[in-house]
Each structure stands twice: as C-alpha cells, then as structure tokens.
C-alpha cells in the first residue's frame, strides 16, 4: 500500500493519449495543465528526468509510417479546379539541346518581389534572380544554373492564355492589347513589369535597372502570351520564306502521348510533345470544338458540365470501342498543324503518320480525312513498330517490344513483319504500373479522386519506380533495412499544400509497381508475363529465324525506360529458354532516347536517300488520290 506522502508525488495521466480517438491540440492543453499543477511537488531530480507529456507523444507519433489520411480536406480539394499543367509539362519534357534553345525567349538578371506581392515591404524587400522566359513560363532561379533541367526554380509563373486567336484569323495591334489588359502590366518610363500567375490567379512583380530594359523584358513576354516560343523555329521560318518548298512532318500518334516535328530537324527531339488527351460534348459534330493535350486539362474546359474526357488508345483495340473517331482524327491535325505549328499552306505539306493498330483496317477512312477534307498534299501510312528499326539502321531484322501505355510484340526479318507471330496486350504496360502502384499507396492512405489525377503517378513511377533483379531477396531488405529504398516523394508542388498526404515515404513500392510485368498475377490479371510473351513468339517464327531474333531484342517506348529492365528481361529469357533446352544467345538491345524511337526513326526514313524505294511505294499524292475518287464515283 502506498502511503499518502508517496500518492502527492504521483501524476494523474489522462487517458485520451492514443493517435486513433485523440485530439491532439485538447491531449496537449489538459496534458500541459495536469503537469503545470502537480510538478510542483515533485523534487527536483525527478522532475528533470522525467520525460513530459509532450515528449512522450511525438515518440509515439514518430513511429507511425502511414501519412494521414484527412478526409476534410480532400473533399475541400476540388478537382475540377486543380490545373494539371505544370505536372504534365514536367511529363512531357524532351531532352534535346536543340528543343530547349529553340524555346528560349529570354534570359537576364531582374529584382524580384515573392509571387502575390506587388509592392515591396520593410522585411520583403527586392532581391536579384535570375529569369528565363519560354514555353509560356517566366522561371525564375537564385543564380544563373549551370543546368535548367537539374536546378528547382524558386519561382515559376504560368502564363495566361487569355489570347487565343485563330489560326486563320488576323487580329490588329488595338485588339491584342486590350485582351492583354489582365495578363501583364507595364507604363511607359517605369522599370516595374507585372504578370499575372495562371493557376494561382496572383501577379509577379520585377524591376529592371531603367525603364528602356523593362520594355524589352514587356515585349517579350507578351510576345511569348501571344505566340509561344515552343512554335517558333527554324523549320517554320524557312517555310514562310520559301513558299514553293514541300514540308516534310512527321506525326506519331501513341496510346500516351503524341509527337509531331519536321524531319529536316536532325537533333531529334519532336517538336510537339503532348498526352493524347481529348474533351469534347457528346453533341459535338464540329472538329474546331475539340480541345488537346493541355488545352484539354484546363479547369475551364474540364467544369463544363457536358464536357467527355477521354485518354487515348488505352485499353481497346476495336475501332467501335475506341476513344478516336475520324473526327477526332480531323480535329487532332487541325490543332497540330494550324494551331501549334501555325502552318497554313495545306498542299505542302507531306506528312509521314503513324497510327494504332487498331486503325490498320480503316485505311481509306484516314485518305479521306487527311486528303480529302484537310487537301495534304501526300501522305504515307506506316505502323510505329518497324520505325524503330529505321533510327538504329544497323539491320532491319529484330524483334521490336513497344512498351508505351500498351504492349506490342512484333518479329520483323529484313523489313517484312511477320504478323502472324505478333503478340498484343494494351493492358500490359505503363497503365498496369499506374494500377499496380495506386493499390500500393491506397496502403498509405495515398488516395486521389479523379481520372486526371492519374498523372500523379505516372510522375511517382518515372522518378522513382526501378525493376528489381531479385524482388524477394529485395523485399526482405526493405523490411529489415528500409533506408536503403526509402525515398521521400512530395507532390506539393502540383496539387495545393493543404493536403497532408502530398509528401509520403515510399520503400519496397518502388520495386514492387514494376513487379506486376513479370507477375500480372499480383493485380489479378490472367494473362501471361512480358517474358513469357516475348518466349511465345520467339516460338511462333521459323525455327531458322529464331536465332537472329534472338540476338536482336530491341526495347522502344516509354515504360522501357524503367532502371535495369533490360537485365531482369535477359534473366528471365534465359531462364525459359535454359529449362526448354534450347539455350540460343539472348541479347536485349535498349538504345538511346528510346522514347522517341519511332519519332526519329520516322525522321531518319524522310532524310536519308537509300531509303527512298521504301518510300516512293507508300507515298499517296492528293492529285491521283483525287483522280481515284472520280473514277469510283
């Protein structure tokens, strides 16, 4: 029994201390009152070893490895108001020198202000940065960077796509100026520039060292409002001074993304970049209301309440149950060819378009479009898989494995594709991952609301997804020692910082999402795994062809990308074949900017010579297209 002397020195703890039915702001006010009272009476030496309340509770808080999972906020986050482009530009960004000289406005040393602050304070006063302004963004930075693409600006402004003019249509000087009024701010004589911020609805403000540099820095971000350097070129140029020259484009239309560009560009990156993302009406017959890519994921477009948002080829290889229609085909080329590269001149025009392969029986359909309605002067319609051969020219003899949103399987021997041994899974690919690791964080309670927020994902798996050698053996060092895989992923800077589950840890789900291409199982898929179908049609071939193929996988497409695939493939297919008893050479062949292989390979078709037999059979001029639709009519 304890005697009432020792009972005086006890302190009374409250019950409510757990993370589940414990306000924490309440716990820490009674905590902190029950202590303040009933110290006093401790003697000294116990009362500086005895830990507080407090610190008893972030110990136990610490150890918890889920993110909070805050429902209020997520249902105070309105999707439909979310604005997707910076994520999607951070997406769909190319690696070429020459695409990121050719899009740079402007570059130079300005005081700034914090965005949102438009007169200088006591303590928030100026401060020198350094600007770039291009693709329709002015980036600011602490010092001048050795490297864009590796260095986190401090501030980056979205411009305002207030002035939207027609591709057709011809706007004076007194018209352009009045739709900037609410996009940038500049008087004449004062050194202070102001633009105003498109997602945040704020205005950053700068100021040059005179008034005369001001008016430059205005120019020039207003002419990059109203015509966006991503469009400006050397290729456009040279085709508004030479107006009897054809032009080559090339235009690839994947089941993710979209790339179009001039061939006669041979540092290789296309130069339009942009998910195959359409919005439209149910009711919409008119191919000028279509909106792409960016245009598409704007919250304005996405509000409207009769507005369809669908993405691509994902998951359909039927034409009836597929997303594009030929209107959505008219529609596409009218924003790629008259909106963004501001090409006017239909006739001059020889495009080189490559399709899904669900369009393959629907051939004269897209004659019909391309030539009959948009007056192409030629066209030539080749699948994405054997153009990839064509940018690594050692041999057109391989067996090309597209891995995009998708799965494409193609044998090729010298040219000719042997379509009977082909395998194709659009589920197999970059949207089974995307699937694979939103069930992973789900564990986390990292959860997301809408379809468009998907790109998150993507965004988690292209910076931190890998394919592990040995998942097992990995699995259990992630268990055992976490910090080896442990990476901190922070999502602030797309979605609003409110949200408490915008930075999470991720471990064994980085091997884990990746995981599904060798054990759909995982997911609940019943089909077979890459290596498996890659062994399939290996079988399929002659047996004499075998061989050859074998030492001549080549890897295109975006999900490829992913670390040390390359070497889990060839494990694999050696082990299948090993235990088969045909142990043949494997050789997994994964070339450079393979994401853009059937892009440059397109491109390196048009410009090289020898190649030119190839070409003249698949080339359709408009004028015998035209003379074939009089003699059937």
């Not at 970059?430 to 699937?435: K, R, S």
């Amino acid at each position: 029994m304890a005697t009432n002397s020792e009972n005086e020195h006890q302190i009374e703890v409250p019950r409510r201390l757990s993370l589940t039915d414990c306000d924490f702001q309440k716990a820490q006010t009674d905590c902190n009152s029950h202590v303040r009272t009933n110290s006093d009476s401790l003697p000294r030496q116990e009362r500086a070893v005895r830990p507080t309340i407090r610190q008893r509770f972030f110990s136990v808080r610490k150890k918890t490895p889920r993110a909070e999972f805050d429902p209020k906020a997520l249902a105070d986050f309105r999707v439909t108001e979310w604005d997707p482009t910076h994520l999607l530009m951070e997406l769909y960004r190319t690696s070429s020198s020459y695409f990121h000289r050719s899009r740079l406005r402007k570059e130079g040393m300005l005081e700034t202000l914090n965005l949102g602050q438009t007169r200088p304070g006591i303590f928030r006063r100026y401060k020198r940065k350094y600007l770039f302004v291009s693709d329709s963004t002015v980036t600011c930075y602490q010092t001048q960077p050795a490297d864009v693409n590796q260095t986190k600006p401090k501030i980056k402004v979205l411009l305002p796509r207030d002035y939207e003019p027609d591709a057709y249509s011809e706007e004076t000087d007194s018209d352009t100026s009045s739709v900037l009024t609410n996009s940038i701010r500049w008087q004449e004589g004062s050194s202070v520039v102001q633009v105003r911020d498109r997602e945040s609805d704020r205005w950053f403000t700068c100021r040059a060292t005179n008034d005369e540099e001001a008016g430059e820095w205005f120019d020039t971000i207003r002419q990059e409002i109203i015509n966006p350097s991503f469009i400006k070129n050397e290729m456009t140029l040279h085709y508004e001074a030479h107006p009897q020259e054809m032009v080559d484009l090339v235009m690839i239309v994947g089941s993710c993304s979209i790339r179009a560009g001039f061939s006669q560009l041979e540092d290789g990156a296309p130069l339009i970049y942009f998910p195959s993302v359409v919005l439209h009406t149910e009711e919409t017959e008119v191919s000028s209301e279509y909106s792409w890519g960016f245009e598409a994921v704007l919250p304005s477009a996405r509000q409207a309440a009769s507005s369809l948002l669908k993405y691509g080829f994902c998951y359909s290889q039927n034409l009836q149950d597929n997303v594009f229609k030929p209107l959505h085909l008219s529609s596409l080329l009218y924003y790629v060819i008259c909106s963004l590269m501001r090409l006017r001149d239909m006739r001059r025009i020889r495009l080189l378009l490559s399709l899904p392969q669900a369009w393959k029986g629907y051939t004269e359909d897209v004659c019909h479009v391309i030539l009959g309605e948009l007056n192409l002067g030629s066209l030539a319609l080749l699948p994405a898989h054997i153009l990839p051969l064509y940018h690594d020219s050692t041999s057109l003899t391989a067996l090309v494995v597209r891995l995009g949103g998708g799965m494409e399987i193609v044998p090729i021997v010298e040219g000719v594709v042997l379509e009977t041994a082909a395998q194709r899974n659009p589920e197999m690919g970059g949207h089974l991952i995307d699937t694979a690791l939103m069930g992973l964080l789900a564990k986390l309670n990292v959860r997301t609301s809408s379809t468009v927020e998907s790109f998150l994902w993507r965004f988690v798996k292209e910076r931190h997804a890998f394919v592990s050698l040995d998942p097992e053996q990995d699995l259990i060092t992630a268990e055992q020692a976490p910090h080896k895989f442990q990476r901190v992923v922070d999502l602030s800077e797309f979605r609003p910082p409110n949200l408490t589950h915008n930075t999470f840890h991720i471990v064994s789900e980085r091997f884990q999402c990746a995981e599904v291409l060798f054990n759909p199982g995982l997911i609940g898929k019943d089909f077979p795994s890459l290596p498996k179908y890659i062994a399939q049609v290996l079988e399929r071939v002659d047996i004499d062809l075998r061989r050859d193929l074998g030492k001549r996988i080549l890897l295109v497409g975006g999900t490829t990308l992913l670390p040390q695939l390359p070497e889990r493939l060839h494990k694999e297919l050696s082990l299948i074949f090993s235990q088969k008893g045909r142990g043949f050479q494997i050789n997994i062949n994964s070339m450079p900017q393979r994401e853009h292989a059937a892009y440059l390979g397109a491109c390196q078709l048009l410009r090289d010579e020898t190649y030119e037999p190839i070409l003249r059979k698949e080339w359709i001029n408009l004028a015998e297209w035209q003379k074939e639709q009089e003699i059937r009519v």
